[in-house]
């Protein structure tokens, strides 16, 4: 069978190995220059390693993305990196019982009653129940406002922004429950790894064509794929047997005028919001105590996180710069998605002087990357809004981030999905 695969992030290089391994004649289109999707990455001239575009890491309960690191016998690093909060401008450890414990910005009391709160989630199997409720709700309710009001809404409002206080209870579950000390990397970089993903599939006979973009995608008969290059910049159109969609639900509608009209309905309420990250180059760090992710808990900030990602993976591989992420999720509508580089660290720079008052001594460059499809939001009941992976176009499925529910993004998932998208095609042609 000839399939082809729109994307080439995570999940459609997955289904495109699976697939190809099976036999298939495998095609994937990438807009980009290089794979990887959201965990796509980028190299200075000094650099050993590339580096995401955007902070990421696996846990090392992860398993899907990890049994196929181990498949390919692609080397995975495991450090456990230290995670920090920023509350009341003070920078405090907080990544364990224990440090919670010894939070003395709450009592004894609040802070038990803040461990029950958490512990409940963490250890509990089952998050259908948990949908219909909202986070925000729980989280007041079983910790109390003070707790609440001090540590968690100043991340939910920075993250969520208007949405904050309408997401499924269920949605902060999966990640307090997923979450593990230590963390993974893959040797290299996410698209050194990726890149090792497409060499596989070209060893299969598959291939990728880059910096193609799709105009059009029709299914009579059977699928086809208009789309433009450099090679065919008036457009070329290909058929498949079928056709996997990984762009997020509203790039699919566009590039599919003959969705009908009840499909467009149903799937009006899907949102997403932005990511921006301006990664700093210092040639100092910029923690003093070595902290790698830097919650900021206040509602005040511009910044939602800053990771240093050098106190994760090793500075060596980076020419021994310390490479800092100034991470943000926020609507396209935000004003500091159009910001420059220059106005967007014009607007840090005094959060950043709290941390490290004299990190501009050591800065040696700086660029913001954007991401516009970067965080579903969650709302309550969202299991009944997921779309399904059969679209209402023959042989085309449809296999994006909103349907990793209830863990919302993360390329272990992607690489579930991959999985199993390539399962059920196997399957049904």
Known sequence: MKIGIIGAGFTGLTAGLRLSQAGHEVIIFEKDDQPGGLAVGYKEKEWDW?????????FTNDKSVLNLAKE?????LSPRPKTSSFVENEIVQFDSP???LKFSKLSLFERVRMGTSLALLRYNKYWKPLEKYRAEKYLINSMGQRAYGLLWEPLMKNKLGKYSSDVSLAWFWA???KRTSSLAYPEGGFLRFAERIAHEIAQNKGKIYYNSEILNLESKDSPSVTYTNHLHSKGKTEKFDAVIVTLPTSLFIKITPSLPKSYL??????KNIAAVNTVLRLSKPLFTDGTYWLSMCDTQSPILAVVEHTNFMDKKHYNNEHLVYLGNYLETSDPRYTMTDKELLKLYDPWI????PEYTSSLIAYKTFHAPFAQPIIYRNYSKKIPSTKTPLKNVYLANIQQVYPWDRGTNYAVELGEKIAHEISKNL
Do not use: F, G, P, Q
């Open 175 to 177: 990640r307090i429950y």
């Open 98 to 100: 224990a440090s919670l």
């Open 72 to 76: 390919l016998d692609y080397k995975v």
């Open 50 to 58: 590339t580096l995401e575009k955007h902070y990421h890491h696996w």
């Open 353 to 356: 002087k709290k941390i490290n």
């Open 265 to 270: 309905v149903k799937n009006a309420s899907l």
